[in-house]
């Protein structure tokens, strides 16, 4: 069983805090700006196991791409609008310019990035399939590259084109701390228990 576009996004909406996000940042026009990662997946998570739609979402992932002006400054800039933008929300906001990353990236989590072209490679790049979904903010619409089956179905499949399994598996195991009936798809072994050690 899946779940149809209009279903996965008027449940999205029923969580408060991504209806404002996506009322409010379209008006900022942010270039290729896009509401993505937990704060979408885990919403329908939420709803599907009964819970608070906000519950266990810990941060609220905005990207935009602008390869105008590479500087942190530029981006901080962007940050403190959309920080003004949303201040009175009870909610962590995070905005990350994509365009930058690859600048950053190897001193923070000490592995190469590759320079990225729009908004959507960076999703392109999440660590579990399912997780890649957004919501592009300038017209509503849905990216998702990998439709929303495995998502509705709470199935989790590291991503090829980012095959960190160490990673992939410490974040699945957080994810079943909050939604047990998950579960990991793991290629090398199969169907793995998710309960974590």
């Not at 409010?24 to 509401?35: C, H, K």
């Not at 990998?146 to 989790?156: A, F, K």
């Amino acid at each position: 069983m899946s779940l149809s576009e209009q279903q996965f996004m008027e449940s999205v909406r029923r969580n408060p805090i991504n209806a404002e996000l996506l009322s409010r940042l379209r008006t900022l026009e942010v270039p290729e700006a896009i509401l993505t990662a937990g704060c979408l997946v885990q919403t329908v998570w939420n709803l599907k196991s009964g819970y608070d739609p906000q519950y266990g979402i810990k941060d609220y992932d905005v990207f935009y791409f602008d390869d105008a002006d590479l500087s942190w400054e530029a981006e901080d800039l962007v940050i403190r609008n959309v920080q003004q933008a949303v201040a009175d929300l009870p909610a962590k906001v995070e905005v990350r310019n994509q365009a930058r990353v690859h600048l950053w990236y190897k001193d923070k989590f000490g592995a190469e990035y590759p320079k990225l072209q729009k908004a959507e490679d960076g999703i392109d790049r999440y660590l579990t399939l399912c997780t890649r979904v957004g919501i592009r903010l300038h017209d509503g619409s849905l990216y998702a590259p990998d439709g929303l089956e495995d998502m509705w179905n709470g199935i989790l499949r590291l991503n090829p084109a980012n095959p960190q399994r160490g990673l992939f598996l410490d974040k699945c195991a957080q994810y079943v701390q909050r939604w047990p009936w998950l579960t990991i798809v793991d290629d090398q072994i199969g169907d793995c228990d998710p309960q974590p050690q």
